[in-house]
């Protein structure tokens, strides 16, 4: 079995997904990895690793489909629509709004003549990807796109999950790079991961969604440990960062520094340039854990 490991953050814009490729990376030189973006809202290491995306599968959702024949219109059915998903007006057949749908089929059993059946949509993709570079060949990329204007992402994000699974045994290290938050999108993505690396900021945003993103993976039991990215830039933020990791019993497992020779790969797509030796603790740390 590999060694899964989320790469996380309360925040948006800390460098989670940069993380999580130069971890692939780095590993890949040693191991075979299978690198997982699981932000199926806004998918992006396949750009900044230039991976070509092959689908692999596309993810399906159950949802109502109404025999108007036998509806009586009680408009029980969007009562219980939690979603708001189903629009009611009295002495109307019910409107649906499929892409507000999750799929819940709680319609469905509370309709008291069973005018409602079911049907299938599309909601998103799964895609497979190997990255262009004769340097990454131990490198596989997989990730989950939700199609626009679908409201949950968590069904994609299992979908993926299942994927992952008929494909782990071939790698060493699988890296799920979840989405920024605590929804339950980044709870699907946590569920059964080894540990959780909690990527973070020295700014109020970064502090305050730091202690978030580790009350979440307390809540789960799952073990989590944080890194520090643009280490450098605001010193008694920093600070307080580290106080946040000693509050919830962790540990800050590397500090990146703001440097331009990361933002300068990462604007032209080629992460391989970043120095190795900005991120080599991380890596060494990931290996011995």
Known sequence: MPKTIAVTGGKGGTGKSTISALLAIGLSKEYRVLLVDADADCPNLHIILKAKRKLLSEVKQTIPKWDFSKCIKCGKCSQVCKENAIIFVKGKYPIFVKEQCIGCNACRIVCPTKAIGKAEQKIGSIYFSEINSSNLSNLHL?????????EETGPIVNALKKEVSKLEDKYDFVIIDTAAGTHCNVISALLGVDFALAVTEPTPLGAHDLSLILSLTKKLNIPAFVLLNKANMAKSKAEEIRSIATQFNTEIVSEIPYDKKIFEAYSSANLE???????KPLIDFIKKK
């Open 273 to 279: 340039k970043i120095p190795e030796s900005l991120y």
């Open 142 to 150: 997989i990730s989950s796109e939700m199609l626009i204007t679908y």
